[in-house]
């Protein structure tokens, strides 16, 4: 099977076809057609094997995991996806594998109302590329830098139940069978806040998502924003999983540390914060004010209740 055929026979998707998708795969680019009155939002992930992924995971998985991830960050930004491009290098052409990729990619693309409109393909180390693009109102797109002194600090879901699914499959940590289910599934299968960023376009002054981690991804926030913030690490979301299947020391990292929530974190001026819960309450996604804006910039600070609560590790860095 020469390289137009794989992707003729895997990526040439019959699933969703948007109207504004004037050409997609099998032409040397794409034709996309961005409304009116928007911008387009434009995000790339990159997931290699054996640095994000274990050479022996599930492919349907991987697909999946791939499209969520990069949709996270459309959604952090109050965006509608809409096209995905897809760079794949594989060491051999498996077809068993190709087939079973390709049917989780395809599978969320088409949850999210997204169309797969091109890419490439190479031989090389098992390495997963994808851009997703995305539209927004435009002026409207919930960026980094947006936080003011006295903006309160929210996170959608539960933290830490990711990286507790991880150390459940490199088999570090023992998990009884009633929680086993709900960790391997935010593992393998995290979902995108794609409705809720939305629904923050107008009250959220700043947002994100977490992939590596609170501790390491709020100081984004603040670096950009020029700011600070406090965090009362009491307030964290933990889920039952969590909590019944790790000591508080121990949840407590994964949930400041852990990565790969792909949960949304969002600050909030306080004129806004009366109206959020009744705004975000259709989406069934819990929220929790977990700390405040400061105004000593670039400073992280942790509490436990009123007290300082000491903690050095970060999050995830690739270097």
Not at 39 to 56: N, Y
Not at 61 to 84: C, F, R, Y
Not at 131 to 157: F, L
Request: glycine share 10%; proline share 4%; net charge negative.
């Amino acid at each position: 099977m020469g390289e137009f055929d794989l992707i003729a026979k895997y990526f040439a998707h019959a699933g969703v076809k948007r109207a504004d998708t004037t050409l997609s795969v099998g032409d040397d680019g794409a034709v996309l057609q961005v409304r009116d009155g928007y911008d387009l939002v434009v995000t790339t992930d990159t997931m290699v094997c054996g640095t994000h992924f274990f050479p022996d995971v599930d492919p349907r998985a991987l697909g999946h995991k791939l499209v969520t991830v990069n949709i996270s960050d459309l959604a952090a930004m109050g965006a509608e996806p809409s096209w995905l491009s897809l760079a794949i290098t594989l060491p051999a052409l498996d077809e068993a594998w190709l087939a079973e990729f390709a049917a989780g990619l395809h599978e969320t693309a088409d949850y999210y109302n997204c169309q797969l409109v091109g890419g490439d393909t190479t031989r090389g180390p098992l390495s997963l590329t994808m851009m997703a693009k995305g539209q927004v109102p435009r002026g409207k797109a919930i960026t980094r830098s947006g936080a003011k002194v006295g903006d309160y600090v929210y996170v959608t879901g539960t933290l830490g139940d990711a990286a507790l699914g991880l150390r459940l499959v490199q088999g570090v940590h023992e998990v009884s069978k009633k929680h086993q289910g709900h960790l391997l599934q935010r593992f393998h299968y995290p979902a995108a806040r794609v409705a809720l960023g939305q629904a923050l376009r107008h009250t959220a002054s700043s947002a994100m998502d977490i992939s590596d981690g609170l501790a390491g991804d709020l100081p984004h926030i603040l670096k950009r924003s020029g700011v600070g913030a406090y965090i009362d690490v009491n307030r964290l979301p933990l889920s039952q999983a969590l909590k019944d299947s790790c000591e508080p020391a121990l949840a407590l990292q994964l949930a400041l540390s852990g990565g790969e929530d792909y949960e949304l974190l969002f600050t909030v001026p306080e004129n806004r914060r009366g109206s959020l819960d009744v705004l975000l309450s259709p989406y069934g996604v819990p929220i929790t004010c977990i700390g405040r804006i400061t105004g000593v910039a670039g400073k992280l600070e942790l509490k436990a209740g009123e007290q300082p609560f000491t903690y050095q590790h970060q999050g995830f860095q690739h270097f």
